[in-house]
């Protein structure tokens, strides 16, 4: 069966330094989309993405998030200057347009934050 | 705006019981889906059963069910014949379609006793 893809799975990155977190959504889907679980916290929207752009985004994806699919299959979460704050689990999800009742999520990435 | 509650943090079952979660939402639209999320300790979310608003009849999937009640806005999963890989987070969800932001409940954690 199709699935999301996630690397890496832990990221440890010292504060201010650039992560890249990667992304490789299902194959014919079209949406595509950040969320993400603070420890312990609920899940929570970051942006979705579609048709090389944002669709939507949350009060959260500030200036320091940006998002980009950089080839027909990977789908990247750019943190440019991390924050203690952005510790967080981090799972990226894709849909179908045609079959808009589903959205399936990655196994996750762990960034932590030092 | 979407907001969903879920008012249990955590709760157990002995194996073989059945155990139901609450769900509760908010929303203006007339039509939306309605999720429940499995996120065993592995952290992947699963997705244990849909409902879409527009159909009466509650959704089944072996041994999870849904109690709707649209009017009530109520969303409630039960499991029956408990698990002990039924352990794990239990997060309600909604969206408007599949190419809008799920909007999570803080989850519940569910323990199954042997």
């Known amino acids: 069966e199709p699935e999301v893809t996630q690397t890496p799975s832990h990221q440890v990155t010292q504060m201010g330094q650039e992560v890249i977190l990667r992304c490789v959504p299902i194959?014919?889907?079209?949406?595509f989309y950040w969320y993400r679980q603070i420890l312990g916290q609920k899940v929570e929207f970051l942006v979705s993405?579609?048709?090389?752009?944002?669709?939507?985004k949350s009060e959260i994806f500030d200036d320091q998030f940006s998002v980009e699919r950089p080839d027909g299959s990977n789908f990247t979460l750019k943190i440019r200057s991390t924050k203690l704050e952005d510790s967080a689990m981090y799972f990226c999800?894709?849909?179908?347009?045609?079959?808009?009742?589903?959205?399936?999520f990655g196994p996750g990435t762990r960034l932590t934050v030092t | 705006a979407q907001t969903v509650t879920q008012s249990q943090p955590e709760m157990s079952v002995q194996e073989a019981e059945t155990v139901t979660l609450s769900c509760t939402y908010d929303t203006s639209e007339n039509n939306y889906y309605l999720f429940w999320y499995k996120q065993p300790p592995s952290r992947q979310m699963i997705l244990v059963i849909r409902?879409?608003?527009?159909?009466?009849q509650n959704a089944t999937e072996n041994r999870f069910s849904v109690n709707f009640q649209k009017a009530a806005k109520s969303f409630s999963l039960k499991i029956s014949d408990s698990q002990l890989g039924d352990t794990a987070m239990y997060f309600c969800?909604?969206?408007?379609?599949?190419?809008?932001?799920?909007?999570f409940g803080k989850g519940t954690r569910l323990s199954v006793i042997a």
């Open positions: 969800a909604s969206y408007l379609s599949g190419n809008t932001p799920l909007v």
């Open positions: 993405f579609y048709n090389n752009e944002i669709s939507e």
């Open positions: 194959s014919n889907h079209l949406y």
């Open positions: 409902q879409e608003a527009y159909k009466q």
């Open positions: 999800a894709s849909s179908e347009v045609a079959v808009a009742t589903e959205q399936y």
